[in-house]
């Protein structure tokens, strides 16, 4: 293959006021294309790929429905700390919203709703969208 186009001769002009120049290309050295095969990213050292992430492999061997996970809606801190309260049987203070305070021990809970005993007054199940916060209850209960 030839790296030079050869032009017209001299004396023919395309343009007024231009003439034909010859066109030189620099020969440059061009790797051979695998079509048809997948490109191996590790090869080139100097940048790793967005997509290379340690032993994982290549981004575009994973599926598309592998891709990373949204995190758990419920990270269980709240059970953790409501069994805990219950076991000890810890007494505790249970401001709502609206600013009242119920003194009780949570007797149980599940996903809307705490049963809070109470010592000489009814037990309540009190909605859980209703609480503002609970603290132990320090007067009570061990110091």
Known sequence: MKDTIESLPAE??????FSNRK????TL????HNHGQPNDRRERSDRPD?????DRGDRNDRPAAARKQAPPEQTNAESF???KQMQ???PVVVVLHDGEEVHGVIEWYDKNCIKVNRTGAPN?????PAIKYIFKDEENGRK
């Open 12 to 17: 023919r002009t395309l343009e007024p006021g």
């Open 23 to 26: 066109l030189i290309r620099p």
């Open 29 to 32: 050295a061009r790797p051979e």
């Open 50 to 54: 967005r997509g290379d992430r340690g």
């Open 81 to 83: 700390y409501y069994q």
């Open 88 to 90: 000890s049987k810890t």
């Open 124 to 128: 309540l199940m009190i909605y859980k």
